[in-house]
């Protein structure tokens, strides 16, 4: 559809004295499709070409040639609306995606640029939990996005394996735990001593007195502190593995805060050989009172560095090392503070890091008990959320379709992707209720509705004696036919959209909308059993179809399964 949009837009600028770029950001979308595809609006001309609007657009309508292009270019009011030629639309659309599947817009605007996304970044010893899941999903489609576009994309797992929490889970491990509990049930295990430790440390300052000591120490390299520390980090990824198995999830690094540990007091005295640092009772921190913040602290009293110390040190690092377009952060909305005080102190530092620096908030799920907290232990583990949300796919599917093969294996990709796509479809910076009943809804605006209609094409397309040809555009010009396929042309600039927005619910809204579209198709139109031209021609959209849905499912990180 955007080739239409620009080809008009390159007949239109010279009647209005202006670059096609600035013809085509005029361009609207029609409230109501019967006014057509395409509308100018013209009061913004009226100035500069001294004539009313209606006027503008009254002339406009007589002066374009739009031949091939427009079946109709009608003046209304002040706006020049534009119906596209229905069997170009259709050729155009049809055959680009029988060519070059769904790829076939592909721009490579990303061509020759990299993106670095920071996403899932769980904090070792601690369950992976429910609140996990936004950061995960929303990340690994995002990757997947921009790579669509061409980017080279680097996904990077940044753990939360440093901090004064490490020296607590110490003190807590030693008073409460033995060494077999880690190989039976290790982050159950970690997860209840962390509880009880901070259960405790409310009625006894000492504990944490002692914490801090252990991490103290845990910086300083003391061998028995590094090897509790490595036991509790190895524990931990082998158990979230089994989770990015699940969700099928894949980093390109997994560099946890103590990558950058030995990049801490480099970072911090560049930072101070530029002037930028003060000592505030004691601590090193970068006063951004002009800036509207409070100060970055960088160095605790007693020496231990901080997020943003290692936050800081880790931007340098990637923007050195990948020398990206963009960096990425896929963390809660309730950083957003530490973020600004990042990327304004690497400005401070005229570091290129803090230009490309770009937090991508969202929203927490809530509980109707209120936040979840993990020193309180209210947590809901991701793999039971995944777990049951497999069982409860399998027994649909089993009362359903008995017969279908590979049960398990559909019921896996099926139930993972619901909950995988009940999450995204929100925009993301949206607050998400945890409810079990929506979740884990199999009818509606969910994945597995996207799915079953995927499948449901493929299996048009098996039972099809001909092949999916466009020999007739006349079979795409119909009133169930033409929406789907100019919808179809959309999906370069949905993905455009969704990267530039950096919000995968684009992508999520739309395959909603082609799975509509194409429903209503399927019940309305007969595909096969027709004329063989009409038939072909009717094939070629399912396929065309199916295609666009499989990358959809795939950009969202859902399997596009074949049969359900």
Request: charged share 25%; with cysteine; hydrophobic share 45%.
């Amino acid at each position: 559809m955007e080739k239409f949009r620009q080809e008009i837009a390159k007949k239109i600028a010279p009647l209005l004295n202006m670059s096609r770029e600035e013809a085509r950001a005029l361009m609207e979308v029609p409230p109501n499709p019967a006014w057509g595809d395409i509308a100018i609006p013209c009061f913004s001309l009226a100035k500069t070409l001294r004539k009313a609007p209606q006027a503008i657009a009254a002339d406009l309508a007589k002066a374009a040639d739009l031949d091939g292009l427009a079946g109709s270019v009608e003046a209304m009011g002040g706006y020049l609306n534009i119906t596209l030629e229905k069997a170009a639309v259709a050729r155009h659309i049809i055959s680009g995606i029988l060519q070059g599947g769904a790829s076939f817009g592909f721009t490579d605007q990303g061509g020759g640029k990299t993106v670095v996304i920071d996403f899932s970044s769980p904090n070792i010893a601690k369950p992976f939990g429910i609140g996990h899941l936004r950061t995960t999903v929303i990340g690994h489609s995002l990757s997947r996005i921009y790579s669509e576009l061409g980017y080279r994309a680097v996904r990077v797992n940044h753990l939360g394996d440093w901090g004064t929490q490490f020296g607590k889970l110490i003190v807590a491990y030693k008073l409460f735990a033995k060494d077999d509990k880690l190989i039976d049930d290790p982050l159950g295990t970690l997860f209840k001593i962390y509880v009880e430790f901070h259960r405790r440390a409310e009625n006894s300052p000492a504990l944490l007195e002692e914490a801090r000591e252990w991490f103290r120490r845990l910086e300083e390299g003391d061998d028995e502190a590094r090897s509790l520390w490595q036991r509790f980090v190895e524990v931990s990824l082998k158990e979230y593995q089994r989770v990015y198995d699940l969700l099928g999830v894949e980093f390109d690094y997994w560099l946890g805060e103590s990558y950058y540990e030995p990049l801490l007091a480099s970072t911090v005295a560049a930072i101070e050989a530029q002037g930028l640092t003060t000592i505030s009772d004691g601590a090193v921190v970068v006063d951004l009172a002009d800036h509207g913040m409070p100060p970055c602290l960088l160095r605790k009293t007693d020496g231990a560095t901080l997020y943003a110390t290692r936050d800081i040190a880790a931007a340098l690092y990637r923007d050195k090392k990948h020398r990206p377009e963009l960096m990425l952060y896929v963390v809660g909305q309730e950083q957003t503070l530490h973020f600004r005080q990042v990327k304004q102190v690497l400005n401070l530092m005229r570091s290129p890091a803090g230009e490309k620096m770009v937090h991508v908030p969202f929203g927490l799920f809530k509980f109707p008990e209120g936040k979840m907290s993990t020193r309180r232990g209210n947590v809901i583990f991701l793999e039971d959320v995944l777990t049951r949300a497999v069982d409860l796919a399998a027994g649909v599917i089993e009362a359903k379709n008995p017969e279908l093969e590979n049960q398990q294996e559909i019921a896996q990709h099926v139930g993972v992707g619901a909950v995988v796509f009940a999450d995204l479809k929100h925009g993301r910076i949206k607050d998400v209720l945890f409810d079990w009943e929506e979740m884990l809804n199999f009818d509606g605006e969910t994945g597995p509705y996207v799915q079953y209609t995927h499948a449901r094409a493929c299996s048009v397309l098996r039972k099809a004696a001909l092949n999916p040809a466009l020999s007739d555009e006349a079979a795409l010009t119909d009133e169930y036919a033409l929406p789907l396929v100019k919808l179809l042309g959309e999906f370069p600039q949905v993905c455009a959209r969704s990267a530039a927005e950096y919000e995968p619910s684009v992508v999520a809204r739309y395959v909603l909308d082609v799975s509509s579209l194409f429903n209503r198709y399927y019940h309305h139109v007969r595909i096969l059993g027709g004329e063989a031209g009409v038939t072909e021609t009717r094939l070629a959209l399912v396929l065309a179809t199916q295609r666009i849905l499989a990358r959809g499912l795939y950009l969202l990180g859902l399997t596009a399964v074949d049969k359900m």
